[in-house]
Structures are given as C-alpha cells and as structure tokens.
C-alpha cells in the first residue's frame, strides 16, 4: 500500500531524519524555494542603494513609515538625552569622593556644551546634541546605520573645538563606482581582520540634477581614528553577522507590504469617492437606430444638428430651480435615471490590520503603536505590549543613540582635559592608557511609557523597598537624573521650611497600597 500525495500521483515520502525545512516540504510545496546562501554584504550590497532609496521614499510619502521612525525617536532618544557618567575610579585609583566631584563637573560641563542654543557641537550649526543623536537613531531607521565625522574648529564663544559633521550614509561609497572587493565593501576600507580602516565619502555628492553623481567627481578618505586613538569617524549599526560592513535598514523585511498597502489604501480611497457619487442620464425614446437612420438619411446631418441645437436651447432656458438647485426639465419622451456605483467592503479592513501587524513586527513596534488604535486592548494586554516595546527600544538605544553619544562624549572629554578645563583627580592611569576607564558613560533617554500611573508608582516604591531596585534605576525609567531629583528636593524642603510652609507629605509603600493593609489586617 502507497500514500499518495494531494495531486493522486506522486507518492507522499516522509524524511525519517533531519529537517524537513532542508526537504521539499509536505507534497513539495518547497520545491522551487530554493535560495543562495550567502553572507550579510553579498545579500546587501548589490541592492544596497536601491533598498535605502525605496526607504527614503517610504519615509517621505507613507505616513504609517515616518510615523515609525518618529516613533523610534522618540521612544529611544526622547526630548533630551543627557549622560550619567560612570567613571571607573577604583580601576583608575582615584579617590571616591574627589572622583564624584569630578563627575558632577564633567556632566554639567558637557551638557552646557552640548545643549548650547548656539550649538556648538553640531559643525552646522544647526542641531543641539539631542538632536545630533536624534538624527542618528532617525537615519538608523531608514538607511541602517548612522555616520558622522569629529571635525576640529574654532568658534567664537565657545570653549571647545570638538565638532560633530553627521555624514549621510548616500555619501559614503566605492570611489568612481568601483566593485567592491576584499578590502573595500561600499565605501568602507577594511583590514584582514575585517575591522574598519577608514571611508571614502563623496564630497561634490549632487549632480546639477540633484542626483548623486556615483560615476565622478572627488572622494575623501576618512580614517576611523587617529594615530593615538582619537575618533575621526563614528559608524554606529548593528551588526547581523560577522563580515558585515554596511547597516540594513529596518524597512526591507516589510517594504514589499508597505508599498502594497499605500497602492491598496489609494486604490480604496478611489472606490469610496465612486461611491459617494450618483450619475444623472438622460434617456431619449430616440433609440440609437432611429439616429443613424436619421444621420444616414437626406440631409441627416443638418438634421441632427437642428435637433441637438434644439435640445440645448431647451434645457439651457428651462431654469425651474427649487431650493437653489436647479430641477431639469425633460422634453416629452425624455425620463431622468440615477445610477450609483456601489462595492461592499471585501474585507478590506481585516487585510489592512493583518498587513499593519506584519510591518509592526518588522518595525519593532507593536500593533497599537503603528496603527495608533488602542481600541480593542484592554489595561494587561497594553502593558504587555508595551513591556514587549519596551525591551527592544531599550536594546536600541544601547547599541546606537547610547553608542553614538559615549564616542562624541569620549572625544569632547579628552579635549577637556587636555585644555585643562575639567581638572581630573590624581589617577594611576592617564587618559590613553585606560581610556574605557575615563569614558564610560549611561544615557538617560525618554521614560518608559505609563498606562495606570498610580499601579506603576506602587510597583517603583514596592522594588525600592524590597531592595529589588535603586532610586537611580527608577527614576531613569522615568528619563530623570536620580541626583538631580534629589537636589531639588532638598532645595524645595529648606525653601518650604524657610517660608514656614509644611514639610511634603511622604507616603509609604503601604500607604499607596491599601490593599496590602487589608490583606494583613485578615
């Protein structure tokens, strides 16, 4: 006896062992898939400039795709980026109080910097810090990766000579379009080892069309850092896997769908304009044998005329309007029909949520957050959701806008510290020789977003107490500085005291939660 498979012919064989992912599937329904195998460049770089076009204009024309990366922006990043600097003073040898001291200083001497209305930092001019990172996590979205250049100038009013050229990545490429080989991979010169040399960026980067002219003009070569270590160009993406040199943009594994539901979404608008449309037809009793007859006849075509210019000046004078609008009036033998195109919905609706769930999930985001409905979650279903995006913004922000940020800080704090404006304390190390140790730096992006604010108060307080989690990781969820929260509160306390007001009511963790009491008291 034999099974056969769904056409009645071939026999149905069952692999006994190994994956049937690697067969041709249940009735062969693998066979013809059947892709190369190859590695992260020679999947990317030949469609490479194509992809990132197709998701410069996806981000310009579709909605549902520049709401996406303002989403990621805002998620990642939020309204001010600012640094916890966590110099590693006991690798350094320093002594804890004067190191805690110093970092004050260092942090508020780069936000001032950084955050200067002057912008300062931005070789533009045109963009604070937050901003500069901003662009970065933005151009991440849509182009896969984000670039810049540490340029060194100097500028009235300002201390520092450290400034950030963001680089587009279109501008980074293979001089005079040449192929990509072993040791230069779309604009990226690598070493045996694969790690970044240095990038050509094409400096005339538009033709008089405003094209980018690949084919001529100049290249200058960029080397990622000095001779002594110092940044000269910052490339921040994520990786996929080894050998991988240039960043995928986050919108190839839905473009396909996105381009689809704006054609699908613009092919529907049409259908309900027809819709809400009716069509006004004058039907005659002279059929159409009686006009060629008529047209074909002695003099038909003066008498066709005759009776058209007839026709028109009767309607033309019959001006009975009711109301405002006119009401025609048919010559005897003439009746007035209304038609209506009409067209049910086909399920349109469940194919747009289905596609939005699909580019969601490629996107990072959830359902709710692209789509903007929130109607049909109720409070523990949102907060998963949310929990979920809140990983992955987390995840982002530590491998670009965190990564991004650590090496502008890094270049900006070797600059102060050579010019002697930030004294450090006396180390067992100078700055090239543990420079991790000197640089490393947290970032304090947007909070996490609340749903039942009271319920996630409780929850901070409750960790707090329990010993589970610190003022300083808290009050980073809520995109605050724990030590700033803190001195503004002893400020508010001793001006309250001083103006003879109450001290502020501190409410315990039980207090907050009367159910607990409730709980014990039974």
Request: with cysteine; net charge neutral.
């Amino acid at each position: 006896m034999e099974i056969l498979s769904a056409d009645g012919v071939t026999p149905l064989k069952q692999s006994l062992s190994g994956y049937s992912g690697g067969g041709n599937g249940f009735s062969n329904q693998l066979a013809n898939w059947r892709p190369s195998s190859k590695n992260a460049d020679a999947a990317l770089l030949p469609n490479f400039k194509q992809g990132n076009a197709r998701a410069d204009d996806l981000v310009r024309n579709h909605a549902l795709a520049a709401g996406g990366v303002q989403l990621h922006v805002d998620n990642i990043v939020g309204s001010l980026f600012r640094p916890s600097y966590k110099l590693n003073y006991k690798v350094l040898g320093m002594d804890e109080k004067d190191a805690r001291t110093f970092i004050k200083e260092a942090e508020q001497a780069f936000i001032e910097f950084a955050e200067s209305p002057q912008c300062y930092v931005d070789a533009e001019r045109k963009r604070t810090f937050t901003m500069l990172v901003r662009a970065i996590t933005a151009g991440h979205c849509h182009h896969g990766e984000g670039m810049a250049a540490a340029e060194w100038i100097s500028r009235p009013g300002s201390l520092f000579k450290t400034s950030i050229k963001l680089v587009s990545p279109k501008r980074v490429s293979n001089p005079n379009n040449i192929s990509s080989n072993r040791n230069l991979r779309e604009g990226v010169k690598i070493d045996t080892h694969g790690a970044a040399l240095g990038y050509y960026v094409k400096e005339d980067s538009y033709s008089e069309y405003g094209d980018l002219d690949m084919y001529s003009g100049k290249w200058k070569f960029i080397p990622r850092e000095t001779r002594w270590g110092r940044s000269q160009f910052i490339h921040v993406f994520e990786p996929l896997e080894p050998g991988q040199n240039r960043g995928a943009n986050l919108f190839l594994s839905s473009m396909e769908q996105m381009k689809s539901l704006s054609t699908l979404q613009d092919t529907k608008l049409q259908n309900a304009i027809i819709n809400a449309m009716y069509a006004a037809v004058i039907e005659s009793e002279l059929d159409s044998e009686q006009a060629f007859q008529l047209i074909s006849g002695e003099g038909g075509a003066d008498q066709m005329q005759k009776w058209m210019s007839y026709m028109g000046e009767y309607h033309q004078t019959a001006g009975i309007k009711l109301g405002g609008a006119k009401i025609p009036h048919l010559v005897p033998g003439e009746h007035l029909k209304f038609t209506q195109s009409t067209n049910a919905d086909n399920g349109f609706t469940d194919l747009e949520a289905s596609m939005l769930r699909y580019m969601s999930a490629g996107l990072g985001l959830s359902y709710e957050q692209l789509s903007r409905d929130y109607s049909k979650v109720s409070y523990s279903s949102a907060r998963a959701s949310i929990n979920e995006s809140w990983r992955y913004t987390l995840g982002k922000r530590k491998t670009i806008a965190s990564n991004f940020a650590s090496k502008v800080f890094a270049i900006w704090l070797e600059e102060a510290l050579h010019k002697g404006i930030l004294v450090a304390p006396k180390s067992r190390f100078n700055f090239y020789e543990r420079k991790d140790a000197w640089t490393r730096c947290d970032w304090i992006g947007a909070g996490k977003l609340s749903i039942d604010g009271l319920k996630e108060v409780k929850e901070a307080i409750l960790r707090i107490e329990g010993g589970l989690s610190t003022y300083e990781k808290e009050l980073a969820l809520m995109g605050e500085d724990y030590q700033e929260t803190f001195e503004q509160q002893a400020r508010e306390i001793a001006e309250r005291k001083s103006k003879g007001l109450p001290p502020p009511s501190w409410i315990t963790s039980l207090q907050l939660a009367p159910e607990q009491l409730e709980t014990e008291a039974n």
